[in-house]
């Protein structure tokens, strides 16, 4: 299928390690890429292509991908990384086109 | 620096039309994809459309296939989204997003291919509410 598929949160104590995974067909052929979404904001990507950081988002922030299950891993977990977490990939035939996962919540408290 | 720039959204009745514009400054538009994401209130994001840099190829999500179209002029840097037959559940915030990619080769003329890479830069929204 070409369905993604997030917990629909994920709670972390601050400074602790959050992982949000995300599962689908997808994966095993296609790179995965994670947002971010603070509430009233727009999406931010953190990860691209399964694990690359774009520039100028932390150190902390990484992603790992294998077979059909990705991995998005925030160390040290700050109050300020509260927020909607989407993985992202595409049909490489395009048939069904560009797909999201349903978003993870991730609470620090 | 980067930005995009949305804007057109507003009220429409069922069955009743709306076009979205989305402008584009401090990248070179004509050679990178461009996408249209919408979120539903209280929802998640759904990819709506994708075009690429030349405007050649497009791909849409079977929600709108049919209803909706895609389209930009790389002489004004600035991407549009035609919604047509509009539905109650079309109501959401509107985003465009920049492609990460790249065209096979540097000049990226018309007709090369190009490598798509996720949603690198995203506008802030605009949104559009279908009701009677």
């Known amino acids: 299928s070409y369905e993604l598929t997030q917990p629909p949160s994920v709670s972390v104590s601050p400074g602790q390690t959050a992982r949000i995974t995300c599962s689908g067909d997808?994966?095993?052929?296609?790179?995965v890429y994670w947002y971010q979404e603070k509430t009233g904001q727009a999406p931010v990507m953190v990860i691209k292509?399964?694990?690359e950081r774009p520039s100028g988002i932390p150190e902390r922030f990484f992603g790992s991908s294998s077979g059909t299950r990705a991995t998005l891993i925030i160390s040290r977990a700050q109050a300020e990384d509260e927020a909607d977490y989407y993985c992202q990939s595409v049909d490489s035939s395009r048939s069904h086109g560009w797909v999201f996962g349903g978003g993870t919540k991730l609470t620090v408290l | 620096q980067v930005e995009l720039v949305e804007s057109g959204g507003g009220v429409a009745q069922p069955g009743g039309s709306l076009r979205l514009s989305c402008v584009a400054s401090?990248?070179?538009?004509?050679?990178?994809?461009m996408y249209w994401v919408r979120q539903a209130p209280g929802k998640g994001l759904e990819w709506m459309a994708v075009?690429?840099?030349?405007?050649?190829?497009?791909y849409y999500a079977d929600s709108v296939s049919g209803r909706f179209t895609v389209s930009r002029d790389n002489s004004k840097n600035t991407l549009y989204l035609q919604m047509d037959s509009l539905r109650v559940g079309d109501t959401a915030v509107y985003f465009c997003a920049k492609d990460g990619g790249y065209c096979s080769s540097v000049t990226c003329p018309i007709g090369d291919h190009y490598y798509y890479s996720g949603m690198d830069v995203w506008g802030q929204g605009a949104t559009v509410t279908v009701s009677s």
């Open positions: 997808a994966l095993s052929k296609e790179y």
């Open positions: 075009v690429s840099h030349d405007g050649h190829n497009k």
């Open positions: 401090g990248f070179i538009f004509r050679t990178y994809g």
């Open positions: 292509k399964d694990s």
